[in-house]
């Protein structure tokens, strides 16, 4: 299993967090279940500070990087 | 009047004929090869108890039955970061915590379509614009003074060269910056990072 991508904003910044899958963090913590996954990816990615905090599927990433530093969020 | 046979072969038949010259064994024990006062076959000494193990005991005296040597144990996460005992062997699952060994390592595709190509120890990577990656480590270093080793490769255009600092860096995370020859930041097709230091 491997978890959408979050999205969210800092000092106005987008950030999309790439999770692992979970079998490569079981590797290391043992058997977890998907919501322990979640919990963990969640815990160790989005800072604290961090707003609109969304999961996005990867269809909704835009292929090319040309304009990355312009990418904003649609609610 | 009947007729009938009788052995003159006699019991318990000598060695000298080919025989064991013995008339009876100890039940389940091991036979070996004798001497000159034992005959050609003598029986070691008890059959042992489950779980012992024949033993040598020179070329001059039988076997027996003796208990299986402790076996060698694995190394304990301690013992791996102390990095001094040889009496202990490396498990797979430990072999991380020795001072050598590196702690995660991470191949982060950065143009096009940003990915994790291959990971260890890494829960997550984050894409936080044009050459600004950062990523989160499973197991976290216990101080935030290890060592960390960069690498970035593109092969084209304004890419070529590209130098890779750390931003920020604690037991759990770590933030890179990409920059061209120029100072602009810019994506990597992959850049590589690896820590080490003590978990």
């Known amino acids: 299993m491997i978890m959408k991508k979050i999205c969210y904003t800092i000092d106005g910044r987008l950030c999309i967090v790439h999770p692992v899958a979970k079998a490569n963090i079981e590797k290391l913590l043992g058997p977890m279940t998907d919501d322990e996954y979640r919990a963990h990816i969640y815990e160790k990615s989005i800072p604290l500070n961090a707003e609109n905090v969304t999961e996005i599927d990867d269809a909704d990433i835009p292929q090319t990087r040309t304009f990355r530093d312009a990418w904003e969020l649609k609610s | ?199």
């Open chain 2, 1 to 199: 009047m009947s007729q009938g046979f009788t052995s003159q072969l006699p019991v318990p038949l000598p060695t000298a004929q080919g025989g064991t010259g013995l008339t009876s064994t100890t039940a389940y024990a091991v036979l070996c090869g004798g001497t000159t006062s034992t005959g050609n076959l003598q029986s070691i000494a008890g059959v042992g108890t489950s779980g012992q193990v024949l033993t040598s005991n020179g070329s001059g005296a039988l076997p027996t039955f003796q208990n299986a040597p402790a076996g060698v144990s694995a190394a304990t996460q301690a013992e791996q970061e102390a990095g001094s005992l040889t009496t202990v062997y490396t498990s797979p699952g430990r072999q991380q915590y020795h001072p050598s060994a590196c702690k995660y390592w991470m191949n982060l595709h950065g143009t096009d379509t940003f990915a994790i190509n291959q990971s260890y120890n890494i829960s997550s990577a984050t894409d936080g614009g044009v050459g600004t990656y950062s990523y989160n480590i499973t197991v976290a270093f216990s101080a935030a003074t290890e060592c960390i080793v960069v690498n970035a490769f593109s092969s084209s255009g304004d890419r070529n060269n590209i130098t890779v600092g750390t931003t920020s860096w604690a037991t759990g995370t770590g933030a890179l910056s990409l920059r061209n020859q120029a100072g602009t930041l810019v994506d990597s097709d992959n850049t590589c990072v690896a820590g080490f230091g003590d978990q």
